[in-house]
């Protein structure tokens, strides 16, 4: 499973290539991958409006009802036959 980062962590990142820095050069000063910060990066464009996409709020809501449909699935399967 991807490591998880801070929101706060996720936030300074953005600042430094946002103040001029290369994104390879953060990444490679933080230890993270240049693909990882490019992701954030578009994430925070379309959570500003930015650029069309499905929102942070929106992925959350999409995992969770996901997760709730499975439950529901298991939940009606059938008894095993012994």
Not at 44 to 59: N, V
Not at 67 to 81: F, G, N, Q
Request: no cysteine; aromatic share 6%; hydrophobic share 35%.
């Amino acid at each position: 499973m991807p490591r998880s980062y801070p929101p706060e962590f996720r936030r300074k990142v953005l600042d430094l290539v946002a103040s001029g820095r290369k994104v390879a050069q953060v990444a490679r000063l933080l230890g993270i991958s240049d693909q990882t910060i490019y992701v954030w990066r578009r994430q925070h464009l379309i959570d500003t409006g930015q650029l069309p996409g499905t929102t942070s709020t929106g992925l959350s809501e999409l995992a969770t009802a996901r997760k709730r449909i499975a439950e529901l699935e298991y939940e009606l399967r059938p008894p095993p036959v012994a």
